[in-house]
């Protein structure tokens, strides 16, 4: 981002009509009776302005003092009103001001997690994605009502400096200039020091980014211990003490040019103000000015000067909130360019058959496929394994069938509707999904099981039953209402394989017709192992749904209806267990390696106690 003079100042008019515009959005009337109060504040400090003209003019005037003061009294009132007015115009354009903050601030993080919330789930596997989205939640969205408050002072300062002129131009031709004259250096000044905190801002912005980054992996509980485990912690520090001592030498530096420029800017409006009394001086002597008019012409100045004062102060930190509120407009924007596109179709509920037909996709920023010309099919009460070595795809296929993923060529279909027309939301809503990479909800047990679906107890237990989730609910203090989060008082945590007890039953209870596991038993004990298994197997021929199997543990793999093997992205072999290994190919090499594994331990077992 550039930051010359112009692009500066031209940035500012469009930054102000955004701030405005989401305020309007958030809350239309507390915007319009924050603008119209503080318009009709500045009326009311141009009236008192006049007023104090003609008290002085009366003050002033020939004649007994007693006389003069009873003269003056009727604009003495008028600038007593005026001044209370003003002031309580003043008072409610804040308070309007307050009641507006809070509603920019929801509306603009809402915005935010419902576009995070609505993106599809390749938009996460993109890095530029992830980068915008860490800017726009770390200040992007906070820094947009402070953006609109100081939108909003500008706008207070210019109608009070717009007050002050206009009653110097009814004064006297001459003052106009004048108090241009006094606030120019300041104004200069200001904007100066304003461009360096920016363009320092925008030179740190990535060093503090990797900062926060920092700042997370030493602060967070997931990394506390694998931190310790590999002493970490010293390269760690290093890093943040060397980035924080950077920034403390780039901001020491900056403190120091900016307050040589505020030093100039107040010797050269000091300056231009002496010179204003001078010729104000002068004009006096000469006659061509009355004294009370040149009085009122005092307080104009002043007034104008400190309505400047505060304008440029505010435009100073509009441009400090402009540089996180373009930061949040950035990301908004990008993220509705990763929004699904629209479904003209409503979803299916069911199907007899899925189809996958010559399927290729690749992840974003990747030359080469994740798959490429996959083509399977599925029928309600069958079980299906896809089975291959790391990264040859599986995990990426099975997206693909839970509408998490969209193919870039070929079809999945469910009898014979193209998922590509159809609404996924309402789709997922028939799709249960056991994941590798389960999340660990900070919910209580029940609700990590039932998730969206409605609260059924008798299914509750029956999917606890299966997966063996009973077990793990039943050592908990208070049952399915424990909170599984440490970081909460009586909240619990729960080992590895407890908690994929736990996702596995929150597969089981969906009631949904196609069901999705994914290694699903790599953290589960062998028993557990054994009964989860003999459950997703015995899941499709008690529910009629359709199970897709994801695993290394080939053993489980034998009762499937048919094996997918892929590699490399391509579906290289299918069939029947028995048909796989009479065919001799990397199925029935990756399963015989396996079992000689376990062959082995026996005769190694015999061995030893031969030996011994
Ligand atoms: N989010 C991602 N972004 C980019 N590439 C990815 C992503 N996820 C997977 N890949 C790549 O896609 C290919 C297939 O990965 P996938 O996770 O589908 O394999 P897998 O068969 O499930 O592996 P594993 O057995 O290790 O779980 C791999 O080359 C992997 O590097």
Redesign the pocket.
């Known amino acids: 981002m550039r930051t010359g003079w112009t692009r500066m100042a031209g940035r500012l008019p469009g930054l102000v009509v955004r701030a405005l515009a989401l305020a309007w959005r958030a809350s239309p009337r507390d915007t319009a009776a924050t603008v119209a109060f503080n318009i009709a504040s500045g009326i009311f400090t141009a009236v008192a302005l006049v007023a104090t003209a003609g008290v002085l003019e009366e003050l002033f005037a020939e004649g007994p003092t007693p006389d003069r003061v009873r003269a003056a009294l009727p604009a003495l009132v008028l600038v007593a009103a005026a001044t209370v007015l003003r002031g309580a115009l003043s008072a409610a354009a804040g308070w309007a001001q307050s009641r507006l903050e809070p509603y920019v601030e929801q509306a603009a993080e809402t915005r935010l997690m419902e576009l995070a919330t609505a993106v599809q789930v390749?938009a996460?596997?993109?890095n530029d994605f992830h980068d915008r989205m860490f800017r726009a939640s770390v200040r992007g969205a906070s820094e947009t009502k402070r953006l609109v408050s100081h939108t909003i002072d500008i706008l207070t300062g210019l109608v009070g400096i717009c007050a002050a002129a206009g009653v110097l131009g009814v004064l006297h031709p001459v003052l106009l200039p004048l108090l241009l004259l006094t606030v120019l250096p300041e104004g200069w000044a200001a904007a100066r020091a304003a461009r360096m905190r920016y363009t320092w801002l925008l030179a740190i912005t990535d060093s503090r980014r990797r900062k926060g980054m920092l700042d997370d992996l030493m602060t967070t509980r997931d990394t506390c211990a694998e931190m310790r485990s590999f002493t970490m912690r010293g390269p760690l520090l290093a890093e943040f003490a060397a980035i924080a001592g950077h920034e403390r030498d780039v901001q020491l530096d900056l403190a120091r040019r900016q307050t040589l420029v505020r030093l100039f800017g107040d010797g050269a409006g000091g300056a231009a103000s002496a010179l204003t009394y001078v010729v104000l001086g002068l004009l006096l002597v000469n006659g061509m000015m009355p004294l009370a008019v040149a009085g009122t012409a005092v307080l104009a100045i002043r007034t104008g000067r400190s309505e400047l004062a505060a304008a440029l102060h505010s435009v100073n930190s509009t441009y400090e909130s402009g540089l996180y509120f373009h930061d949040y407009l950035d990301f908004c924007e990008h993220a509705e360019k990763w929004l699904p596109p629209p479904a003209p179709l409503p979803a299916p509920t069911t199907f007899d058959q899925v189809t996958v037909d010559d399927v290729t996709f690749t992840?974003?920023?990747?030359e080469?496929p994740?798959?490429a010309g996959v083509s399977l099919r599925i029928r309600r009460g069958e079980t299906i394994a896809?089975v291959?070595?790391?990264?040859?795809?599986?995990?990426?296929?099975?997206?693909l069938l839970a509408g998490l993923y969209r193919p870039d060529r070929g079809r999945v279909l469910w009898d014979g509707t193209d998922l590509a027309g159809v609404d996924t939301h309402a789709l997922r809503e028939h799709i249960a999904v056991i994941a590798?990479d389960h999340t660990h909800w900070p919910l209580s047990a029940r609700r990590n099981v039932t998730m969206s679906s409605p609260d059924d107890d008798a299914r509750l237990e029956e999917a606890a039953r299966r997966s063996g989730a009973d077990e793990v609910v039943s050592e908990l203090g208070h049952g399915w209402d424990t909170l599984l989060d440490r970081r909460f008082a009586a909240g619990q945590e729960l080992s590895g394989g407890q908690w994929q007890r736990l996702a596995a039953a929150r597969g089981f209870y969906r009631d949904a017709p196609l069901l999705i596991c994914?290694?699903p038993t790599a953290a589960l004990d062998a028993r557990a192992e054994h009964r989860l298994f003999a459950s997703i197997h015995e899941h499709a021929r008690r529910t009629g749904s359709a199970v897709v199997l994801?695993t290394?543990r080939l053993a489980s793999v034998r009762m499937a209806d048919r094996v997918y093997v892929?590699d490399?992205?391509r579906v290289v072999e299918h069939g029947t267990h028995d048909q796989l290994m009479r065919d001799q190919g990397l199925y029935a090499e990756l399963y015989s390696l396996q079992a000689s594994a376990y062959r082995s331990v026996p005769a190694t077992h015999e061995d030893g106690l031969r030996s011994a």
């Open positions: 390749l996460f596997d993109d992840y974003p920023g990747k080469e994740a798959l896809l291959g070595e790391n990264g040859s795809g599986k995990t990426t296929l099975s997206k590798q994914d290694e994801i290394h892929l490399q992205g």
